[in-house]
């Protein structure tokens, strides 16, 4: 570890996005800090995922996992109630509801929650940034994955830690927010990112369903920057 190295907290979910930006983060020359939450997610194959990722990048030993129940507790989305199925985007009028609806699997306070835990944790850290993987893009719709939303969330970290106070804000870095899927796929294989270690299937079995929202917008964006998806599904 480099004392004078500069550091970033990279919330890290196992995804082809979160990885993909920590990529970015250590070509952009930070020490790389990732954090990781189990909120009770369906899709908890992520979790092995995003230890096999920080792995990869050699910053096991400062992989920190953090838990939280609530999130399951209360619901209210296919990724955390077991009474909610996750859409299968191939069936009839799928596509036609989720273009005009947010989505079933938007967790309520997610994004909000990681980046006020993310920011205790870099502030400790004495970290300059924190980058998460948010797309406003080929995304699902999340309110909470909009520029907008994190320019908010940065201003209100000004007021509300010490190193805002005394002039030291951390930043949020959003380096994937107005790409599609194919750029940040053709940025993370320029950057050697390992596809093959990551998961994006809402379901969380073993091969990736290949029907649900966000697996459909990872094929896609595959298929538009001209790479096979390394990793398996069900159906394609």
Not at 3 to 13: G, H, T
Not at 22 to 32: K, P, S
Not at 103 to 111: A, F, H, K, M, S
Not at 164 to 169: F, L, R, T, Y
């Amino acid at each position: 570890m480099n004392p004078s190295a500069k550091k970033a907290v990279i919330i890290l979910s196992g995804g082809l996005d979160s990885t993909t930006c920590m990529g970015i983060a250590r070509d952009r020359g930070y020490e790389l800090y990732p954090l990781t939450f189990d909120y009770g997610q369906r899709h908890r194959i992520e979790l092995d995922n995003a230890r096999k990722v920080a792995e990869h990048y050699g910053v096991s030993g400062r992989h920190k996992v953090v838990k939280l129940d609530f999130l399951r507790e209360i619901g209210g989305s296919a990724l955390t109630d077991d009474s909610i199925d996750v859409p299968d985007m191939t069936a009839p009028g799928a596509a036609d509801t989720a273009a005009s609806e947010i989505p079933i699997t938007y967790v309520p306070g997610r994004n909000l929650m990681f980046l006020s835990i993310a920011t205790s944790y870099a502030e400790v850290l004495a970290a300059e940034a924190i980058f998460i993987g948010v797309n406003a893009l080929d995304y699902s719709g999340y309110p909470d994955c909009r520029p907008e939303f994190i320019a908010k969330v940065e201003d209100v970290i000004k007021y509300a830690t010490k190193i805002g106070v005394e002039g030291k804000p951390i930043s949020i870095e959003t380096p994937l927010v107005n790409w599609t899927k194919a750029d940040i796929i053709r940025e993370g294989m320029r950057l050697g990112v390992p596809y093959e270690l990551t998961t994006s299937c809402y379901n969380g079995r073993e091969a990736a369903c290949g029907v649900c929202d966000s697996c459909r917008l990872r094929l896609k964006g595959f298929a538009e920057a001209g790479c096979r998806d390394p990793i398996s599904y069900e159906t394609r």
